[in-house]
């Protein structure tokens, strides 16, 4: 499994329904029949010794972009996020 160096990941901001905003680490990303992919993990949570992280997976939404980003929402349904998280895991072990 791949170690990541924190310091040196992109991050995303993500403004919930309600207002409140969340930092995340990306940890991978995928493009898939013109829609891209995020694996992240939260920029708030502290680093632990444990080899695991708690990630999501990002989806991309291009239809409704704001003015200099695009609009994201976590992936929940079972079906692509089981196909998804296969094809993170690949990406990972490369």
């Known amino acids: ?3 990541f160096d924190m310091d040196e990941l992109e991050t995303i901001v993500i403004t919930f329904d309600d ?8 940890l991978e990303q995928a493009r898939i029949m013109e829609t891209n992919y995020y694996l992240v993990a939260p920029a708030d949570e502290e680093e632990t010794d444990s080899d695991e992280l708690e990630c999501n997976i990002l989806k ?6 704001d003015s200099d980003y695009g609009m994201y929402e976590f992936v929940e349904d079972e079906k692509e996020l ?3 998280s296969v094809i993170f895991d690949e990406l990972l072990e490369d």
Do not use: W
């Open 82 to 84: 089981a196909a998804l």
């Open 60 to 65: 991309e939404n291009t239809d409704e972009k």
């Open 1 to 3: 499994m791949r170690e």
């Open 19 to 26: 207002g409140e905003e969340g930092e995340f680490y990306v």
